[in-house]
């Protein structure tokens, strides 16, 4: 009894021993990757590469996903407006649900499973075909050379995803308010225009989708790094990338609504 | 695949991102509709300001005029201090009577201006003598309560 109790609290330890390990491994790897970033500006076109297959290959399902959540939005929005009489408040409903909440953490929560699960596959599978230990022996450093333009192309491309989703998300709840139910179109944008507010909701998007693109990335590239190089080590990281990286959009979500929009 | 292509691709992901950006800013947000570069300050005393908020909207005959700048308590007077910032294109003159409307029965509530006749204009940080206060639902509800209360009851 009391043997498997105390290996009970020793398993407890080693796990939060584990998890602080990982987190402060996390944040060492972060920090070298700003210092070793200065390269990868220099050479600008390893950035361009990485935004090709981070940015560029999640347009599509940026694009269609806001498309249908604006929809979505629209359908649901009228629906549920219409009882107080106020159907024209939806356009200002649906543009704000998208600014500040719904662009900022779909578009990353996409980001994360589209383009996060590839940088991880991409740099484990490199990791576990020594093709990292190659480049230490060329004396080429692998942190500048493969894991900071990653890391800007994903802070960099994560905004712009996010702007195209709220805007595509606009035009989806237009679409369906507008031309299909019948919502004056005067007021659909004009009730838009005077609740939406560039600094406090758009810049406040744009600030969501910077964080949340900075720790996706770097959650994505940390885990590929540190994955065994086993195959079930870089099937693992993978989830972990995925799963790790939503709970933590969700959770600094709230965190930063929390500071954001408070009391206004 | 080819360095130019790549380029492109990029670039065009670029533009789009920054021209969703500049739609959401024009189109969906403030930013087009209304600019605030070229404004005055006026303030205004009022007893009760009920459900006014800072970047309340200020209308003379409907039209958008300017922002409510600010709401603070003067413990001189213990009245509210009501900062505003008017467009510079639209001047009023110093007798200008400012009250606090609320739009539609449920609406947000706003300012309304009212001109007077003085030939003399507010200039920067003058202050609105004449206003009125915000109506407040409770306060009415309980005068007509009370004037039901104190009314002969059956009158025949």
Known sequence: MVPTFIEAIRETGHRSINAVWRIGMATRFFFLTLVYSGNSFRRFHLIVKELFSTGVLS????????????????LQGYETLRRYGSESALGSMVALSLVRELGPVVAALLFASRAGSAMTAEIGLMKATEQISAMEMMAVNP????????????????????????????????????????????????????????????????????????????????????????AEGVSGATTRTVVTSSLAILMLDFVLTAIMFRGT | MERTTLDLWVGIFVVAGIAALAMLAMKVGN???????ETYQVHAYFTNVGGLKPKASI???????????????????????VEMSLDKRYQFPKDTFASILTSGLLGEQYIGLVPGGDSEMLKNGDQIKMTQSAVVLENLISKFIYNKATEPANPK
């Open chain 2, 59 to 81: 209308k003379s005959a409907g039209v958008l005029v300017g922002r409510v700048t600010g709401i603070t308590l003067d413990t001189q007077r213990y009245e509210a201090d």
């Open chain 2, 31 to 37: 930013l087009g509709t209304y600019d605030m570069s």
């Open chain 1, 143 to 230: 942190i500048a050379r493969i894991v900071a333009p990653r890391f800007w192309a994903g802070v960099i491309s994560m905004p712009l995803l996010a702007a195209l989703f709220s805007a595509v998300g606009v035009l989806g709840g237009y679409f369906v308010g507008v031309i299909q139910i019948g919502v004056d179109e005067g007021s659909f944008w004009s009730q838009m225009q005077a609740a939406v507010d560039f600094r406090d909701d758009i810049m406040n998007g744009v600030i969501k989708s910077l964080v949340f693109g900075t720790v996706v990335t770097i959650i994505a590239l940390f885990e590929g790094y540190d994955a065994p190089p086993t």
């Open chain 1, 59 to 74: 347009l599509i399902i940026i694009v269609v996903a806001g498309l249908f959540v604006g929809m979505v939005l629209g």
